[in-house]
Structures are given as C-alpha cells and as structure tokens.
C-alpha cells in the first residue's frame, strides 16, 4: 500500500476498520497537468449507495451493493451477495473541490479532480 499510483499523482491510503465484508475495488487513475481521472469499478452499485469524501487531500471512495432478492422470493443459490467497497486515496496535489464531478455508468465510477489553480506548475521567463 506504499506505492504511488504515478510520481506527482496520488497514492493508496491505509484504510482502517475493514470488515470481511469490505472489498477494495479495481481502480485506474490518469492524469494530466489540469486535473486527475480516477476510474473505479463497483458492480452491482447503484447511484445512490455511492458515497465521495475528500478530507485532508484523502479521496475516500465508498460503494454499497443490496442483496438482489426481490419482493415475495427467497435465495435459492447466492453468489452475489451484500457487499461494500471502500477505496482510499492519498492526493498529493490539491484538487478543486468546487469542480470536482462524478458520473456512474456501467458499474464503473468517473471522477474528474481538476488541479487547483494554485497547485499547478508555472512557467518563469526569463529576461
């Protein structure tokens, strides 16, 4: 958990408290001068069992997938069960919170962090 997911991108943060019934979700994580896309695939969650903190440049991504059975049935055979997902992720440039945005298709979650004005390199010319 101590690798860094690019040199100036971000990093895994320990999570604490994981339960058997927690899963850490596959994940990719590009990125650009301008912003960075984190990309985390949580089957089966619907748009609302989504839940997105960002707290001290930590992103922490949580996911609940529900038990599928519906109304008036009962499992028979159950391979897809209840399930949480947790992802932390340690940013080490700041993002604009304000502009941050998320999108759920497809059973995989997009975020787009754009890079705070602040943050981002400057070129210095010189006379």
């Known amino acids: 958990m101590n690798a860094t997911c690019t040199p100036s991108t971000c990093a895994p943060a320990a999570p604490s408290g994981v339960t058997e ?14 912003a960075y896309e984190v990309r985390v695939e949580m089957p ?49 440039t700041p993002v604009d919170e304000d502009k941050m945005t998320a999108k759920l298709e497809d059973g995989v979650l997009t975020l787009t962090l754009p890079i705070k004005e602040a943050a981002k390199p400057r070129q210095i010319t010189v006379n």
């Open 21 to 34: 019934s927690v899963r850490k979700p596959l994940y990719n994580v590009n990125g650009s001068s301008d």
């Open 44 to 92: 089966g969650v619907p748009k609302s069992g989504v839940k997105l903190d960002l707290e001290d440049n930590i992103l922490t991504v949580r996911g609940e997938r529900s038990s599928n059975v519906r109304e008036g049935m009962k499992a028979l055979h159950r391979e897809l069960s209840p399930l949480n997902y947790l992802l932390r992720l340690r940013l080490n």
